[in-house]
Nanobody, 127 residues
Framework: QVQLVESGGGLVQAGESLRLSCAAS????????MGWFRQVPGKERETVAA????????WYADSVKGRFTISRDNAKNTVYLQMSSLRADDTAVYYC????????????????????WGQGTQVTVSS
């Protein structure tokens, strides 16, 4: 079992930056592909970014490509989402998630591939 806790959300102005963190506990962080997702009330949750267990492979949604960076520190059991040039439409609850592990070397674009989820952190960008 893996427990995930997001932090770093808050209220920022458009154009500013924010870094989200997702701390994992319960089992070794190594071997798990990770992802960041976001959801706006009334809309489906969307995948924002994903990263392989080693950190060597990453994927981004077109809407955040060039502005967001996903990274991880396996020694600290933490995955990050650095968000820059934030826009009002980035406002959402952001979630991190982990797959079932196993050192697959893959990242996953689809939510069905993730089985452990955090509770989310609110990011609000004012224009």
């Amino acid at each position: 079992q893996v427990q995930l806790v997001e932090s770093g959300g808050g209220l920022v102005q458009a154009g500013e930056s924010l870094r989200l963190s997702c701390a994992a506990s319960g089992r070794s962080f190594n071997g798990y592909a990770m992802g960041w997702f976001r959801q706006v009330p009334g809309k489906e949750r969307e995948t924002v970014a994903a990263i392989t267990w080693s950190g060597r492979g990453t994927w981004y949604a077109d809407s955040v490509k060039g502005r967001f960076t996903i990274s991880r520190d396996n020694a600290k059991n933490t995955v990050y989402l650095q968000m820059s040039s934030l826009r009002a439409d980035d406002t959402a609850v952001y979630y991190c998630a982990a797959d079932r592990g196993g050192y697959t070397g893959l990242y996953y674009q689809y939510q069905k591939d993730y089985i452990y989820w955090g509770q989310g952190t609110q990011v609000t960008v004012s224009s």
